[in-house]
């Protein structure tokens, strides 16, 4: 199949794709510094609502604002503090807000101020409709048949069934922590047997010293349940594994489920970024995108005990979906603005990507990271834009002899004019964008048999070649 819709057979312009249903997003990382297992939940009435881990472990913080990014310098508020002593008196993490019923809730784990370590969920309610502002009481702790270390409760609903799932110890079983799921009976309560769901067998899920399953945080797509987790030690082996279930089978069968044979998310030296961790999941504003939301570290080395190193921090990006229908979470991207995709107007399952360093479409594109790309102020200047490979930082794309590919800023004028775009409405639909190039005006990036090169559009065809949409 060739990059046009004449060389199919089509007439001109006709083969074209409708504005996509999810359209790109941007986000500036990091969202929020030092704050560690983010949990952001939208709500109907246009807010988003923010907690985390803080890294004294002694309260419970919430921020509000009605943009994800908004959430940076929103005014942060302690809704509750640790026990001076007994239950609820050490070591608070991983609080998640949840709104159930007309109610507000927080799940989060604790340790005893006389025994730090012995580590259980509670509960906290709030009536109000502002949970910032509103008062909040103790509904007490989450009680589990097995009275051993546990952490990580959270909720979710399938098929109008709220289930809870939760990292715990079961010294049957062995050391370190296994995932696990029940039904509820209220939002404080479970009900029946609970089912170990995983266990840490993998290597990359008992590395560093430790054997962990815990961070549970589910999303529904396609009639599928998918459960990440997070795995292995809190340092730079951090990183997520997936469970998948049909959400018409018996979720309380460890059988109906499935787990990834390998990370779906793990640290990545290239964009700096180690030990990703401890998700969730969102929305973006317009409702028309998945937002992953996870911690993780700027460096790989720490000095002393991970617990012990404040740098945990919050961040946000596009979550993407395959072909099939399953959850693609690429990879932790670099600091600063996260990058788009994208999309041919004429071909619509085909993304831009660089594949040994030449730009091309290309469909069902793997590693997702391929064919991202991060929008950057112009190399040129000038109201110019750069596009900078999410998993090369510091490659672009440029035109060298008219052809498209991916390289590394030389730091030369010649460099900097080749990767240099103005970003103008799509050729062949103005919701769309296309590229021209800064440094030879009149040719735009367009796609031809797959390739792409800098070409003067003069036909309906080359003009719908060259408009893409952002993904």
């Not at 009435?45 to 309260?59: C, E, I, K, Q, S």
């Not at 503090?81 to 998640?96: D, L, Q, R, Y």
């Not at 921090?313 to 994208?342: C, E, H, M, N, S």
Request: charged content about 15%; some cysteine; glycine content about 8%.
């Amino acid at each position: 199949m060739a990059g046009s819709a004449t060389a199919i057979g089509l007439p001109a312009g006709a083969a074209h794709a409708a504005v996509p249903a999810s359209p790109g997003v941007t986000y500036t990382n990091t969202l929020v510094a030092q704050r560690a297992d983010p949990h952001i939940f939208k709500h109907t009435d246009g807010y988003y609502y923010f907690t985390a881990t803080v890294p004294a472990y002694d309260r419970i913080v919430l921020r509000r604002a009605t943009t994800i990014q908004g959430l940076s310098s929103a005014a942060e508020t302690t809704i509750w503090t640790k026990h001076a002593s007994g239950v609820m008196g050490a070591h608070i993490w991983a609080p998640e807000i949840h709104f159930i019923d007309g109610r507000w809730y927080i799940y989060f784990a604790a340790g005893n101020a006389e025994d730090v370590w012995r580590i259980r969920p509670y509960v906290l309610e709030c009536t109000a409709a502002n949970p910032v502002t509103g008062a909040w009481t103790e509904k007490g702790r989450i009680a589990l048949p097995l009275d051993t270390f546990s952490l990580d409760a959270t909720t979710f609903a399938v098929n109008g069934v709220r289930y809870l799932s939760w990292a715990q110890n079961d010294p049957a079983v062995g050391s370190g922590t296994n995932l696990y799921l029940a039904r509820m009976s209220s939002p404080w309560t479970i009900t029946g047997t609970p089912v170990m769901l995983s266990r840490p067998t993998a290597s990359w899920e008992t590395a560093g010293g430790q054997t962990v399953n815990e961070g549970p945080a589910v999303i529904q797509r396609n009639g599928k349940v998918f459960m990440a987790f997070s795995a292995s030690a809190t340092d730079a082996n951090y990183c997520m594994g997936l469970l998948t279930a049909s959400a018409s089978a018996d979720l309380l069968k460890a059988s109906s489920w499935t787990k990834t044979a390998n990370p779906v998310f793990a640290g990545n030296t290239a964009t700096g970024q180690y030990g990703p961790g401890h998700n969730q999941f969102t929305v973006s504003e317009d409702g028309k995108s998945d937002i992953l939301v996870y911690h993780d570290r700027g460096y790989r080395d720490i000095s002393g005990d991970p617990l012990n190193d404040p740098n945990r921090r919050t961040r946000v990006q596009k979550l993407y979906w395959k072909a099939d229908g399953t959850p693609d979470f690429g990879i932790p991207v670099a600091d600063g603005p996260t990058p788009i995709r994208l999309s041919s107007y004429n071909f619509p399952d085909r993304f831009v990507r660089h594949w040994e360093f030449r730009a091309r479409t290309e469909a069902n594109v793997a590693p997702l990271a391929d064919s991202q790309f991060r929008v950057v102020t112009g190399l040129a200047g000038s109201g110019t834009v750069s596009l900078e490979s999410a998993n090369f930082p510091g490659y672009f794309l440029r035109h060298r002899n008219f052809e498209v590919w991916v390289e590394k800023n030389d730091g030369t004028a010649l460099f900097r004019g080749d990767a240099s775009w103005f970003a103008r409405p799509g050729l062949a639909d103005s919701a769309g964008v296309s590229y021209e190039s800064s440094n030879s005006s009149g040719r735009y990036i367009r796609h031809y048999n797959h390739l792409l090169h800098v070409q003067n559009p003069a036909t309906a065809t080359d003009r719908a070649d060259a408009t893409f949409y952002t993904q």
